[in-house]
């Protein structure tokens, strides 16, 4: 039989079981079905049941309320009827009410007088309603007179009335039930019926048992009794047909079959299709070939009719070359044997060491790599395990046994580890591992292969970069990284610490002074005194820059200030920086860890913030972090922002004050005084926006900018032919400690072809003592050219004095300060005094500003104060007016004209 008859016939054999499978579903559907409408049919019986037993217990409260009527019921028959009927039209269950007193024979009735009444006088439901004093249900009758069903109920009359011996009896009508009967919604030839005792349709929705189908095999008809108490009670009777439930099932048994045939015949399709292309056109092919080959090497010819006999036909074929085969095989075997050589060559020369064992954990291979790393030859280890093996190399090898342990246990495991190995000599290698299970042809655990490969190399080069991420370079200590996991670290163990940052102060001077070289030498002896001198659970670490980490383990600030004290007086001792000697100040903010929800990071902020409002304070040099310095800073952060945009966008404006010759009692000179003419807040003072600019070094071009333009303008004024002397500038201490000062100075100058005697330099003390020497230096080049140095605010140093003979000055100026005790009597004016005279004997000339009243200008007169300045005169003002003033040459009666 051919291929293709064969695939035929298995399809249509294997199409039965479907068949069978599909008609029993279909036999299940409709029992299930089936069974489901008779559970619909009892669930609707029982609910019709609790509906009528509502109906009785409704009608019970009813007549009742009716007994409670005793007396009126009783007194005559007209008043009876009357309330009878008045009762009647109150309920809708009742088609007629009837009192009956079997002792007195008297009948009254809601409705027409008719035999029912005498009837209901002799039945035993009543007799049993006034016996056992509640309702009693009587049998179904039907009215005479509307030839209507009713159901009897009686209830005694006068319940709370001894002796009484009558009831009220009631018609319930069936009208309700078949009002509900018809607007129930139930399926398709289905009925409900409510039949008495003789099989008397009571209610019904329509169609009787009968008509729902003839057949009773193919119909479900379930009985309920409508009063379980009563023996003559009526009786639902629910009947559903199964036609439409065996219908529906066969017409799916035959759609599913069809279907069936349909999808039998499109398989057949598709696996003919399928089966030719990949089955029989293969194997077509293939038997040709043999075939072909048959011929070839037989000479002869295969007339074979099927497919499986011509395999059949083959296979003999094929035994007589396994023969040949053989021989082959062996050939190839013996070139394995010699390509087995060449790998164990290569692995003995390769860079990777190779260990193998055995599934006992015995070594199998040694390679030339291992000797070398070892010092031990394959005889010396071959068929040992760990544990034989000599103390050295034994500790080396236990720390990978537990891997090894998991391939021998057919658990397979890719993880490389690295482990140390030192020799008897004491040299230490790095080594890591690898390994590989090699299992036989059956699946079984053959050996455990291990290459190692010596990292010692890379193990340092990664032990310096962990090294170079966690400490600086430069000093050796804990970095920014280390400091902030080590803050973190007390944090989470939640201990009491403190954070100082300790800020080196005149850093960038020592760099453009000395050099970088002489910055990294101060940096790494400071980082020496301090290392040397750390106590138990301080650490001390470099934030970066000029700046340093101190965390010390508790909040007290007394205790921490003093600890601070110790370490900022060593590190105040002088250094030795090429031929200077140099002494190191510090600002110092610290923030304790009293508030447990700040972040590393913020802590420093806080400490970083206590810098910076420590620096206000000239003669503090620790400063403790507290709240109200966030708000403040985010304000002065604030004005940063604006000040960078303001230089940008050239908000900036010069105002000039006049200074006045106290002899000539005229104008010969001014000082040049920067405004911030804000777009929103309009003009900005000095006082408000000076200090920020201080702090954040843009001090240095807001100096610059100044210096530029009172230059210009005072070219300006020369050039107009106005009798001026010089301008007065104002310098920080920035601007005079940049390397470029005496340059820029020089070229703007140049630039305005001035001449130097034109400007007056204002210098603080302050600014002088941050790099003394220097700075001296640079002005004495400056006061060489022919520029003025004054001094500005003398006498609220702490040092002025003493440096009064060195400084290369050419004027004093008395801070606004002292000129203010001139008009206060109980405020001694001989430091005053002192201060001109001691000016004029070093031959220096004395500007007295903030100058605001007669009396103080003439005491100052009256000292020979050689210049006047303040607000008696004028104060600062634009340059249209201070010009104006220039050309009218302000003399002795201006004062009092401005004032």
């Not at 008495?196 to 009571?202: A, P, T, Y």
């Not at 439409?244 to 057949?268: C, K, P, Q």
């Not at 004016?829 to 002192?834: E, G, P, R």
Request: glycine share 4%; proline share 4%; hydrophobic share 40%.
């Amino acid at each position: 039989m051919r291929l293709k008859a064969r695939l035929l016939l298995i399809t249509a054999i294997g199409l039965f079981p479907a068949v069978v499978l599909i008609a029993a579903n279909s036999w299940w559907q409709f029992l299930q079905e089936k069974s489901a409408a008779a559970r619909w049919a009892s669930g609707v019986a029982e609910q019709l049941v609790r509906e009528q037993a509502l109906t009785l217990a409704e009608s019970e409260r009813f007549l009742n309320t009716i007994s409670y009527s005793y007396e009126t019921l009783m007194t005559n028959q007209v008043d009876c009827q009357d309330a009878l009927r008045h009762w009647l039209q109150l309920s809708p269950y009742f088609s007629n009410l009837i009192i009956t007193s079997p002792t007195s024979g008297q009948i009254c009735q809601a409705t027409e007088l008719h035999e029912n009444a005498q009837v209901i006088v002799n039945q035993i439901y009543v007799q049993q309603a006034i016996m056992n004093q509640k309702l009693s249900v009587g049998e179904v009758l039907t009215d005479q007179k509307t030839h209507k069903p009713f159901l009897q109920v009686a209830y005694p009359l006068g319940l709370f009335h001894k002796g009484s011996r009558s009831a009220i009896a009631g018609e319930l009508s069936f009208d309700w039930w078949q009002n509900k009967l018809s607007q129930m919604n139930i399926p398709y030839k289905a009925s409900i019926n409510l039949l008495d005792s003789r099989q008397v349709v009571l209610a019904t929705n329509g169609l009787l048992p009968s008509q729902v189908v003839s057949d009773d095999s193919l119909r479900i008809e379930k009985q309920r009794s409508l009063l379980p108490n009563v023996t003559t009670s009526p009786q639902i009777v629910i009947s559903l047909s199964t036609r439409s439930y065996f219908t529906i099932v066969v017409e799916n048994l035959a759609g599913n079959i069809l279907f069936l045939l349909f999808g039998y015949l499109l398989a057949i399709a598709i696996i003919w299709w399928g089966f030719s292309n990949t089955v029989l056109k293969p194997t077509f092919e293939l038997l040709r070939r043999s075939r072909q080959y048959v011929n070839d090497c037989t000479s002869g010819s295969s007339a074979t009719l099927d497919e499986l006999s011509g395999f059949c036909e083959q296979f003999d074929n094929v035994l007589k070359e396994q023969d040949a085969l053989k021989n082959r095989l062996m050939e190839q075997e013996s070139n394995l044997s010699q390509a087995y050589n060449r790998i164990n060559s290569l692995l003995d020369n390769s860079p990777f060491g190779v260990v193998e064992w055995d599934t006992h954990l015995r070594i199998q291979r040694w390679s030339t790599l291992c000797e070398q790393i070892f010092q031990m030859n394959q005889n010396e280890v071959e068929g040992r395990q760990i544990a034989q093996l000599p103390v050295q190399l034994k500790r080396h090898l236990w720390s990978i046994e537990p891997f090894l342990k998991l391939y021998q246990n057919g658990k397979d495991s890719s993880k490389r580890i690295e482990v140390g190995y030192r020799d008897e000599m004491g040299s230490e290698k790095v080594l890591r591992w690898c390994f590989s299970a090699i299992y036989d042809d059956s699946g079984d655990l053959s050996s455990i292969l291990g290459l190692f490969e010596n990292v010692t190399q890379q193990a340092e080069y990664q032990r310096e970069i962990e090294y170079h991420a966690r400490y600086d370079s430069l000093t050796g200590l804990p970095n920014r990284y280390s400091a902030l996991q080590l803050i973190s670290d007390r944090q989470s163990k939640k201990v009491e610490f403190a954070v100082a940052l300790l800020d080196i102060k005149g850093f960038k001077l020592v760099n453009d002074h000395y050099g970088h070289e002489y910055g990294d030498m101060l940096l790494v002896e400071l980082s020496e005194r301090v290392s040397g001198k750390i106590q138990r659970d301080e650490s001390f670490a470099r934030w970066g820059g000029n700046e340093f980490i101190y965390v010390l383990p508790y909040i007290d600030e007394e205790r921490v200030a003093k600890r601070l004290e110790e370490v900022i007086t060593d590190i105040a001792q002088p250094i030795l920086l090429g031929t200077s000697s140099y002494s190191t100040q510090l600002n110092c903010g610290v923030a304790l860890s009293d508030r447990p929800l700040e972040s590393p990071s913020e802590l420093i902020r806080f400490a970083d913030l206590a810098i910076f409002f420590g620096k206000k304070e000239k003669n503090r040099t620790i400063n403790f972090y507290q709240p109200s310095m966030s708000e403040i800073g985010s304000a002065q952060f604030e004005t940063e922002s604006e000040l960078r945009r303001a230089i940008s966008n050239n908000e900036f404006a010069l105002v000039f004050q006049p200074i006045l010759n106290t002899e000539t009692q005229t104008i010969e000179s001014a000082e040049a005084l920067v405004r911030w003419n804000h777009p929103q807040k309009g003009l900005i003072p000095p006082s408000h926006f000076i200090p920020v600019a201080e702090d954040s070094g843009l001090i240095l071009q807001i100096g610059n900018w100044v210096l530029d333009q009172a230059v210009s303008q005072l070219k300006a004024w020369v050039d107009e032919g106005l009798e001026i002397r010089d301008i007065a500038v104002n310098l920080s201490a920035l601007q005079i400690n940049d390397v470029n000062f005496v340059a820029n100075i020089k070229n703007i100058l140049q630039r305005y072809d001035l001449p130097p005697q034109y400007l007056t330099l204002e210098v603080t003390e302050t600014s002088l003592l941050a790099s003394y020497t220097d700075v001296i230096a640079k002005i004495g080049e400056l006061k060489a050219l022919g520029i003025k140095i004054a001094l500005d605010d003398f006498g609220t140093g702490y040092s002025s004095l003493s440096y009064l003979n060195e400084l290369p000055l050419t004027k004093l100026k008395i801070d606004r300060s002292f000129v203010a005790r001139i008009d206060e009597p109980r405020e001694p004016t001989v430091l005053l005094d002192a201060i001109i005279s001691i000016a004029h004997n070093m031959g220096l000339s004395v500007v007295a500003e903030g100058i605001e009243t007669l009396s103080q200008y003439e005491y100052l007169e009256a000292k020979r104060c050689e210049f006047s300045q303040g607000y008696y005169f004028s104060p600062p003002i634009d340059a249209i007016s201070f010009r104006e003033l220039l050309a009218q040459k302000l003399c002795k009666d201006a004062p009092a004209k401005n004032n």
